[in-house]
């Protein structure tokens, strides 16, 4: 082993983020181009998890403020959208791409309150992400017979888009800005415990011009996404979130006529061959499972290491997860952020004791969590085997299951051996082995010597119980038009 040290974790000075944001007490519906309280009158809380305090209300839409939703949709895509010429609807997706940039700073640190990612996540990675798709979608929206020559594309109609928590604003972003390059209209639910950038999102789409109607937000839980699947008015339905709902999804949308894209869980492989640059691959791993807190689909939540590094990898895995700063989302020197919610620390704890009471060695860092909120230690298993609960389930949460493989067969075969098939990783020095092994990886998406990296020209989605469709690049257009 070098004698590189990492050395045990710095003092920071706090560094808090201290831009001042202008968020609400109680967040209405979106519809039709205005914020309208739910027909019910009933709110839920959105908590902070940082503290678990609860820091804002937030309508609760029901069936009755979805079908008003869907048919402000179809309205605007029969009167405005459909019929406007593309190179217009693009300025408009121009404008709002714009004003994403003006705002991200406000938007990034409403991100971190409301969902507990780290400042430094939220501000480099999310936002420009967004303005990203809003900007590349843009530059489609007149060029859709480039995209796909020889043919005549048409939008869909009104597209039903259901998100997740973990990358609230970005999987806005994923799914709003290629339906309406497209021509299409949208009604979006947001997760219900982090739906305030949704609604802020909202306001832009207002100071953009943006047709009433165009995109419309219903906030709340699982019934109402359920009442936006299921409604007669909806041409598509686009969902991204865990695969026990996706396959309910399925089920509900099957010989609807409706059209259906999922992008669901991961259980990724990240695999480092003992001829891998060893320091670049121990950060690309600690980013490929720790960023976001490990709340991302495709999380490199398995390390399967060449056993003949095995020891050594460990041991700077363990140096290095004592100097991630766990902590106040809205410091600049935080590494991890608050676990989302307490049902997903709930979620994390019970697989975590799984992996105890299975025989697998719990590896944690000596840092102390703060006393409020919703935290969890990054952490690694070692001794894990195949058939662990923590090496087949997703725990979506910042902890490693580390395995080993002898030969790139060996690898291969544990890699595919899950019913997810999202992502994957590989680390090593020879090209060849990177094509050689991706060509047998099933996984959507595959990095080498890196992990993580997302722009909005790439395809992302998934094979196997990981669902089916891409969302971003070229490919992304192809779900929400028809032929
Ligand atoms: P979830 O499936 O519980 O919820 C996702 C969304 O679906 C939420 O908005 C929720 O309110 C809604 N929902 C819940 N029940 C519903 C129903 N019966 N009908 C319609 N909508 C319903 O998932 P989650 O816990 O919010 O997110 C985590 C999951 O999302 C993980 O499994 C993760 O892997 C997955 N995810 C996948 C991708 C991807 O691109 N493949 C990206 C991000 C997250």
Known sequence: MSDLNFGS?????????????????????????????????????????????RHARIANGDAGDVDAAVKSARRAYEKVWGPMAPAERGKYLFRIARIVQEKSRELAIIESID?????????????????????????????????????????????????????????????????????????????????????????????????????????????????????????????TGSTAVGKRIAKSVAASGKRLTLELGGKAANLVFEDAPIEQAVEGVINGIYFNQGHVCCAGSRLLIQESIHDEFVARLERRIETLRVGDPLDKNTDIGAINSKAQLGRITELVGSGIDE????????????????????????????????????????????????????AIARANDTCYGLSAGIWTDKGSKIFAMADQLKAGVIWANTFNKFDPTSPFGGFKESGFGREGGLQGLAPYLKF
């Open 115 to 239: 969902g507990g990612k780290p400042i430094k996540e939220s501000r480099d990675v999310d936002l420009p992400l967004v303005a990203a798709h809003f900007f590349y979608y843009a530059g489609w929206a007149d060029k859709l017979e480039y995209a796909f020559p020889g043919r005549t594309p048409k939008p869909v109609g009104v597209a039903g888009q259901i998100i997740p928590w973990n990358f609230p604003l970005l999987m806005a972003a994923w799914k709003i800005a290629p339906a309406l390059a497209c021509g299409n209209t949208v009604v979006l639910k947001p997760a219900e415990t982090t739906s305030v950038t949704a609604m802020h999102l909202a306001e832009i789409f207002q100071e953009a011009g943006l047709p009433d109607g165009v995109v419309n937000i219903v906030t709340g839980a699982g019934e109402t996404g359920n009442a936006l699947v299921e409604h007669p008015g909806i041409d598509k339905i686009a969902f």
């Open 359 to 410: 025989g697998a060695t719990l590896h944690e860092p000596g840092c102390s969590l703060p006393e409020e909120g919703f935290w969890f230690k990054p952490s690694f298993f070692t001794g894990v085997t195949s058939s662990h609960r923590i090496a087949r389930e997703e725990i979506f949460g910042p902890v490693l299951s580390v395995l080993t493989f002898r030969t790139p067969a060996e």
């Open 9 to 53: 974790a710095f003092d920071y000075a706090p560094a808090p983020e201290t831009t001042p944001v202008s968020m609400r007490k109680k967040y209405e519906l979106f519809i039709d181009g205005k914020f309208v309280p739910p027909k019910a009158g009933k709110y839920f809380q959105s908590v902070n998890p940082a503290t678990g305090k």
